[in-house]
């Protein structure tokens, strides 16, 4: 068994440990889906793109395509970045931008 200590302002009368708990896993989830999938997928941290705005500019570029393939279905980012490598075609028809 594993006891974990969380600090909230919620007063009981808002959330029982249940809802507490739901909340704690919605915010991991975000982790999970998001910042992981940056981190590692798009291996964002070893970017060295640094100066003016390009970094925002390709943070949000990572982001609109992460979205855009969720929104294909796709649930494993890895794979459908190795699924469409050097297909450009096939990544703009999944789009919709391209019609095969």
Same mark, same amino acid.
């Given at each position: 068994?594993?006891?974990?200590?969380?600090?909230?302002? +919620? =007063?009981?009368?808002? @959330?029982?440990?249940?809802? /507490? /708990?739901?909340?704690?896993? &919605?915010?991991?989830?975000? &982790?999970?889906?998001?910042?992981? +999938?940056?981190? +590692?997928?798009?291996? &964002?941290?070893?970017?060295?793109?640094? #100066?003016?705005? *390009? =970094?925002?500019?390709? @943070?949000? /570029?990572?982001? *609109? !395509?992460?979205?855009? !393939?969720? !929104?294909?279905?796709? #649930?494993?980012?890895?794979?459908? !970045?190795? @699924?469409?490598?050097?297909? #450009?075609?096939?990544?703009?028809?999944?789009?919709?931008?391209?019609?095969?």
């Amino acid at each position: 068994m594993e006891i974990e200590y969380a600090i909230t302002s +919620v =007063p009981r009368s808002r @959330a029982n440990a249940t809802q /507490l /708990l739901k909340w704690w896993r &919605e915010h991991w989830g975000i &982790e999970n889906r998001s910042h992981y +999938v940056r981190d +590692v997928t798009w291996r &964002e941290d070893a970017c060295r793109i640094r #100066t003016d705005h *390009a =970094p925002q500019n390709f @943070a949000a /570029l990572r982001n *609109a !395509l992460t979205s855009c !393939l969720r !929104l294909t279905g796709h #649930t494993n980012i890895a794979s459908a !970045l190795r @699924a469409c490598t050097w297909q #450009t075609q096939r990544m703009l028809a999944m789009l919709g931008i391209f019609k095969k």
